[in-house]
């Protein structure tokens, strides 16, 4: 606290700002950036199948490669026709821009991140829409460790 802010500046709230609710999953894009993980972006879309039924797709599946060697390919079996999957290429590196790429292309308002070594639980989407009818701007799900490794434990131990 500066001085002047301490003296003379006294911030006041003006009003509660809250977001409007997303009312449906088809008012949301996921956006997963990925870097050589082709596997990771296979078990993502082939889990998000499993476990959404076609009322719970998200308007689009936007997956940002980040110069994977090879570049991705989708699997045609996980290209439904229901799912709509677009697939874009970032020139800058990093995930950030990966990201900030896929909101470019969104074509929603409200947009999922999530990364290529996640896989979506069927409230995947579900508890976004929960917490946005409260007028939360932003949702963490409950995360757990795929795999049973020491760090993987570790992760789940700590609550991570």
Not at 70 to 88: I, M, R, W
Request: aromatic share 8%; charged share 15%.
């Amino acid at each position: 606290m500066t001085l002047l802010s301490r003296s003379v500046f006294q911030p006041q709230k003006r009003v509660l700002v809250l977001a409007p609710p997303c009312t449906s999953t088809k008012e949301m894009s996921i956006i997963l950036p990925v870097k050589n993980n082709q596997a990771g972006v296979t078990r993502f879309l082939t889990e998000l199948l499993r476990t959404h039924p076609p009322s719970l797709y998200p308007r689009e599946v936007i997956i940002v490669d980040n110069h994977s060697m090879p570049p991705l390919a989708l699997p045609s079996t996980l290209l439904t026709g229901e799912l709509c999957v677009t697939v874009l290429s970032c020139a800058r590196p990093g995930p950030a821009s990966a990201r900030n790429v896929g909101t470019r292309h969104a074509r929603t308002a409200w947009v999922v991140f999530t990364d290529s070594d996640c896989l979506p639980a069927p409230t995947f989407l579900t508890g976004y829409l929960e917490a946005t009818s409260s007028g939360a701007v932003g949702y963490a799900g409950t995360v757990q460790a795929w795999k049973q490794d020491r760090w993987s434990r570790y992760y789940d131990s700590q609550a991570i």
